[in-house]
């Protein structure tokens, strides 16, 4: 069984153990190591070796933000998942353009969350529904198309823009997860974009009459 180290990063000590007690009643996650701040954050990637760290935005001294460009730029092969409770396109903005792997609201589901842990790590990024909305006119697309997806890829690009991930588009449609890759691999193709966050972006640029 593949197994996940999580780092947490969040000033709230509730949030911290709460998150961390989660994690750890499933086999697959194994707490890495806890920071209260982004600088201790930095600190602890030197000395452990996560896969995902989730990071909260808004703390004291070295916040989410600046921690995920200086985890970023010193290890590149760290996934960062913001977890929060804000909304704020300018953090929004500010975390993907840092590098950031996904936003994910603190309300969500635990099993979610776990859930968008995995899918992170597994190369993708995750935007709920309600933050994917943001960002039309915040990210920049190269020249992409919508038209020639088939009724099937047209409903997984549906899904993939509402915040699901590549198992809940699996288990919602009764295919299986490589059924699943195989369309989104073949609509990034069609529409000439690179990852989930762009694929969001479109389907809402659409949707808005933005194309």
Request: glycine share 8%; net charge negative.
């Amino acid at each position: 069984m593949k197994q996940y180290r999580v780092m947490i990063c969040d000033d709230d000590a509730l949030v911290r153990d709460g998150l961390s007690a989660i994690l750890e009643s499933y086999d697959d996650m194994i707490v890495e190591g806890i920071a209260e701040d982004g600088e201790q954050a930095v600190r602890l990637c030197r000395e452990t070796s996560p896969d995902i760290i989730l990071m909260d935005i808004r703390m004291p001294g070295t916040d989410g933000v600046r921690a995920t460009g200086m985890i970023r730029k010193e290890f590149p092969g760290v996934k960062i998942m913001i977890l929060t409770t804000f909304e704020d396109r300018d953090y929004i903005r500010s975390a993907l353009s840092a590098g950031a792997h996904g936003y994910v609201l603190k309300s969500s589901p635990a099993s979610s969350i776990v859930e968008n842990i995995r899918t992170v790590c597994r190369g993708h990024t995750v935007l709920q529904e309600n933050v994917a909305r943001e960002l039309p006119g915040m990210i920049s697309l190269p020249e992409v198309k919508i038209e020639g997806l088939s009724p099937r890829e047209d409903e997984i690009l549906k899904l993939i823009a509402q915040g699901f991930s590549n198992k809940e588009i699996a288990s919602q449609l009764s295919i299986s997860d490589g059924t699943v890759r195989n369309y989104i691999s073949e609509i990034l193709v069609k529409t000439g974009t690179r990852d989930r966050t762009q694929l969001a972006v479109l389907y809402y640029r659409r949707r808005m009459g933005q194309e």
